[in-house]
């Protein structure tokens, strides 16, 4: 179900707004990516939205990935281009990493949804 236009700018909002946190450790942003490279490996935060969700309502989830470019090349993949978070090695879903009743998914309606959740997002 594609988002309403309200729905995707709170989805754009929420991005754009993360991208400095990022940006101090060391992420850039592509797209629903944030990308980090060092000279062993990549990792990549990856925003997923929901096909499932309310056109309303911008629904996601927070994959994390990460991959070794040693592992690309043997792989036969190169390692110097950034892979999909879904074909990296390891992937995690964020909320692992955070309060044991913590969310799984996040929903945005409107700009309280996208405060709270741009604050949660941010501590974690």
Request: with cysteine; glycine share 6%.
């Amino acid at each position: 179900m594609s988002l309403s236009a309200e729905t995707e700018k709170l989805f754009r909002s929420l991005l754009k707004d993360l991208r400095p946190l990022f940006k101090e450790s060391g992420f850039r942003a592509s797209s629903q990516n944030f990308i980090l490279e060092s000279t062993e490996c990549w990792v990549i935060v990856n925003f997923q939205k929901s096909r499932w969700g309310k056109s309303d309502e911008a629904t996601f989830y927070v994959n994390l990935a990460a991959c070794s470019k040693r592992w690309l090349g043997i792989e036969g993949k190169p390692a110097e281009k950034v892979p999909r978070f879904y074909s990296c090695d390891w992937q995690w879903r964020v909320e692992h990493f955070g309060p044991k009743n913590g969310a799984g998914q996040w929903t945005l309606s409107d700009e309280h949804s996208l405060q709270v959740t741009l604050a949660y997002l941010q501590t974690l």
